[in-house]
Structures are given as C-alpha cells and as structure tokens.
C-alpha cells in the first residue's frame, strides 16, 4: 500500500459544456463543505466574455438560499476560475487536464476533485475524503465497483462483455436503482467518473488525464483507466459514502447533438465508435491488473 499525505484544502474540477449546470453543482458543493478552488472548464456551444461569466455567477448568488461569497468580477470567498473555450466542444478528458493543469498551477492544489456538471452533493464530503486518505486511500469517488472484468478475459477471444463491472455500491439518494447502498468506506475495483478524488502527487504518479489522452481514451472508460492506473501504481482504491445525487446522462444523452459534434470534432464517425474504441483500449492496455475479483464486502454496507 502506498501513502498519501492528507495536504490541505480540496481544489474542484468541473468539465462543462452548460456552464449554469455546473454554477448549480458548485453552489450545492459549497452547502456542504468549502473548497480551497474551483476550477470550471466550459467548452460548450456559447461563446460567453467574462461579463457573461460574472452575471451567470451573479445570477445563481441571488437564487441561493444562502450567500456563498463566490469571488468573480470582486465578490470575495472561495475563488473560481472558470476557463472559457466555448464553441471547440472538448470532450471531457481534455477538459480536466486542462483544469487540472490550471488548479496546480494557477491555485497551489494539493488535493484534486473531479466533478460531473450534474453531481448535487448533499451532505459533508470534504470529511469523508480526508479520513479515506488517512486510511490510505490513493484514488476516491462516491460510487463503484468492487470488482471489474470476467474470469476468462485473456483466455478467449475479445468479448465487450468481459469488461463487465460486478456489484455497484454508492450513496447516491437514488441507490436503489443502481445497486446497493455504501455506508461504509468500500475498497473497489473500478470507480464511477461522476466524482474521482486524489492527491496532487497521485494524480502525477498515475500518470494525469494526459497520459490517458495518450493511451487513446477521450471520454467513455476514464474512469476505468484513472481506478487501474492506480491499482497498477499500487494505490488503494476506495468508494466513499457521500451523500450525492447524480442525474446522469447529462452530456451524452440531453446534450446529444452537442456530444456526437464534440465526437467528430475529436475524429470519431460517432459515439458509438468512440465507445467501442474505449473499451478495447482499457482490454488491451490492462491485461497485467485485470481481471480484479470482488473485494471483500465491508461490514455496514449491503
């Protein structure tokens, strides 16, 4: 087991290509837990100036129940950076290199949260991190797997199939519908990209979204290739119980027309190209950690 230092404050990674979509998840986040930073990536269709950016934040301020204090255009709190390239539709890995990138260099972050736009966090996280990092946790998010591919993925001929994940835990308000429930700190084989935590020095001995760029993997099964790079580094991977709700499908099903030119743009024929190409880099780029066997169930969840 490798061990990460706990750092300091917690710096947000937010990819977006509907940027009120991600100042809502921000304002949930920050109900329950300030961050040091939040970064927001926007590739999205509008072409939107800074004084477009302060009003949308503006905007969201007067709707909250609670002031936030966000600092943009001289309000002051907890900073945002938000990093416009409208109209180039980044798919998501190259949104958050481009944020991490930023939240390293532009903030000092120590400790790195990726995000999904259409995450609402409803109780404390920042907490619930931190005590996974002090049981040695290297890589975090708030639902996976316990155990990811079949028994016999090298032994027979290529199947989508064989990179099946095996028994889904999280504490998603909605659980029920996805798997069981995660009371507890849960080690996993595999964590779902809505929201993936680690250190700073993690994130570069893991080899950062750039090398996942690298590897050919754009969107869908990053989160597969962050949970095995990890494993193959020889870092703990951990689901934390944080009270969240994940609307899914946000940007590859209500953004459909936006995600297949973001797909072309990226040199794909569609999205099912680029879905079928992911999966079959992970099978051919993992064969020394896969197949991982359910972890041991902890006590508290089920």
């Known amino acids: 087991m490798t061990k990460v230092g706990k750092g300091k404050g917690w710096s947000v990674v937010i990819p977006t290509w509907d940027l009120e979509r991600a100042l809502i998840a921000v304002e949930k986040l920050c109900l329950c837990g300030q961050p040091e930073h939040v970064v927001i990536v926007y590739s999205g269709p509008i072409l939107h100036t800074a004084e477009d950016v302060a009003a ?16 943009m255009a001289g309000m002051s709190g907890v900073p945002i950076y938000v990093n416009v390239q409208g109209g180039k539709l980044f798919l998501p890995v190259k949104a958050m290199a481009i944020g ?4 390293m260099m532009d903030c000092a972050a120590e400790k790195l949260l990726f995000l999904h736009d259409d995450v609402h966090i409803l109780w404390m996280w920042r ?3 931190d005590d996974a990092l002090d049981r040695g946790a290297g890589l975090m998010g708030f639902g996976g797997r316990r155990g990811f591919g079949t028994s016999d993925i090298f032994k027979s001929p290529y199947r989508l199939e064989q990179l099946v994940g095996i028994d889904f835990l999280s504490c998603m308000d909605n659980w029920s519908e996805h798997g069981r429930r995660l009371n507890v700190l849960q080690r996993v084989a595999y964590l779902d990209g809505f929201s993936l935590a680690l250190s700073v020095d993690v994130y570069k001995s893991v080899g950062t979204w750039e090398a996942c760029l690298f590897d050919g993997i754009e969107f869908h099964m990053y ?4 949970s095995l790079r990890a494993a193959r580094k020889g870092f703990e991977v951990w689901a934390v119980p944080v ?6 499908g946000s940007t590859s099903v209500l953004m459909k027309t936006q995600y297949e030119e973001a797909v072309r743009a990226a040199g794909y024929v569609d999205g099912q190209e680029l879905f079928d190409i992911a999966h079959r880099r992970i099978y051919n780029l993992f064969s020394d950690v896969l197949p991982i066997p359910p972890y041991a169930l902890e006590d508290g969840n089920g």
């Open 56 to 71: 949308l934040i503006q905007k969201r301020q007067r709707a909250s129940r609670e002031p936030l204090g966000w600092s």
């Open 100 to 103: 991490a990138m930023m939240a």
């Open 127 to 129: 907490e619930y991190l």
């Open 223 to 226: 989160d597969a290739w962050m």
């Open 243 to 248: 009270l969240c709700h994940h609307f899914g």
